[in-house]
Nanobody, 129 residues
């Protein structure tokens, strides 16, 4: 059974940093593309970042590029998102997702690649202004 568990969310001041994690089990983690998504109340889910199975290729949404960094540790089956220069608009529930059928981030990774994959329950990030 595939399980993704996010952790590390919390309350942080604007301009601050936070690193969230995702612990994976029950899947061939080293072969799966992984991604972070977020959803704020009343807004659509937004793809934040995607990382390929080997970790050498990543993609970012324009809203976080230059501020967020995705990384992975295949030996530990962990996915991370380092978030710097946080803004109030970054407040959302953050989810990690696994593509169980592919290992690379497609050009439209944020639109549907992970829809049929596995998702975690989310971790809340709140940025105070």
């Amino acid at each position: 059974q595939v399980q993704l568990v996010e952790s590390g969310g919390g309350l942080v001041q604007a301009g601050g940093s936070l690193k969230i994690s995702c612990t994976a089990s029950g899947l061939n983690f080293g072969s799966a593309a992984m991604a972070w998504f977020r959803q704020a109340p009343g807004k659509e889910r937004e793809g934040i970042s995607c990382i390929s199975y080997h970790g050498y290729h990543s993609a970012y949404a324009g809203s976080v590029k230059g501020r967020f960094t995705i990384s992975r540790d295949n030996a530990e089956k962990m996915l991370y998102l380092q978030m710097n220069s946080l803004e109030h608009e970054d407040t959302a529930m953050y989810y990690c997702a696994a593509d169980l059928q592919g290992g690379v981030c497609s050009g439209s990774w944020h639109k549907g690649q992970f829809n049929s994959g596995s998702w975690g329950q989310g971790t809340q990030v709140t940025v105070s202004s």
